[in-house]
């Protein structure tokens, strides 16, 4: 059963250990987008994807983690303990490349899968025909830098870096610094075990069955509250139309009908031959931090 202070505490309880894993993050990271311009957002998942809490890091990778795990998931039917995965594939969660996603599947002794700890971080440079990867002429993937879609980083332990560095460096437009790219991964990886070893901590201070209660009551709150906020505007169709610099829409329809909202963006524009579109990952983060 839910206990309102209880609820109160386990939420920041997780919070903490989010928070606590965007530090290690920063004190272990190599590159000036990490540790010091801290473009970089940690997060807690339930063992099947879900999110439960996120420090209060960059809205947009935030909004979009959940997909990327619920995509490795999807992928990696045979996890085990001491698994970790290396992501940035925007058809499967992702944004643009440089935003790299590092996944990490938490196990207890008996190696029954309990959580998941995840780090999404900025890397200043993957490849592609700029500097940066982040071309503004880019006409696909390749051109923007190299497309890392669920790569085992770790496989039970075992580290699997030198393979990951060969497919870094071995692209058609390989990156320009792969050691940076290799520290800032290494760095996300620890504070995903950062987050793993707090999270194991709290099931052995608490009972696992009262951890995962908990994590359930913190979902049900943040829908109640988030249906009370949708039930306190007036029913009715909203509308709003914008343009891009080429004349391209963007048009959004929301409907507020009781404690629910439909956003429908019919009457957006084509995708565009260029890189200014957003995934389904990206629109469903704008939305959410809307």
Excluded: W
């Amino acid at each position: 059963a839910c206990d309102p202070i209880q609820l109160e505490i386990f939420n920041n309880h997780f919070a903490a250990i989010a928070e606590q894993m965007g530090v290690t993050l920063q004190n272990t990271s190599t590159s000036v987008n990490v540790k010091e311009r801290l473009d970089f957002s940690c997060a807690v998942f339930t063992a099947g994807g879900e999110l439960v809490v996120n420090a209060p890091h960059i809205p947009v990778h935030l909004g979009a983690m959940g997909l990327t795990v619920r995509a490795i998931i999807a992928d990696n039917p045979d996890m085990q303990a001491g698994d970790v995965y290396v992501t940035n594939d925007p058809y499967r969660g992702g944004s643009h490349l440089p935003d790299i996603t590092v996944v990490t599947p938490v196990h207890n002794d008996a190696n029954e899968l309990l959580f998941f700890t995840a780090s999404r971080a900025h890397h200043a440079e993957v490849g592609g025909i700029r500097a940066g990867s982040m071309p503004p002429f880019s006409k696909n993937l390749a051109e923007e830098g190299v497309l890392i879609r669920n790569f085992k980083l770790v496989a039970a332990g075992q580290s699997r870096e030198d393979a990951l560095r060969a497919l870094l460096t071995t692209a058609e437009h390989p990156t320009r610094d792969v050691e940076t790219n290799l520290a800032d991964i290494a760095a996300q990886v620890a504070a995903n075990r950062q987050g793993a070893r707090d999270l194991l901590s709290l099931v052995q201070q608490h009972a696992l069955r009262v951890v995962t209660a908990y994590m359930q009551h913190i979902q049900t709150a943040a829908a109640i509250k988030m249906r009370a906020a949708l039930a306190m505007l007036p029913d009715g169709e909203h509308q709003f139309c914008d343009h891009l610099d080429d004349g391209s829409p963007i048009a959004v329809t929301v409907t507020v009908a009781g404690d629910t909202a439909t956003i429908d963006f019919t009457g957006t524009g084509p995708v565009l031959a260029g890189n200014l579109n957003a995934n389904r990952a990206i629109v469903t983060a704008a939305v959410m931090y809307v």
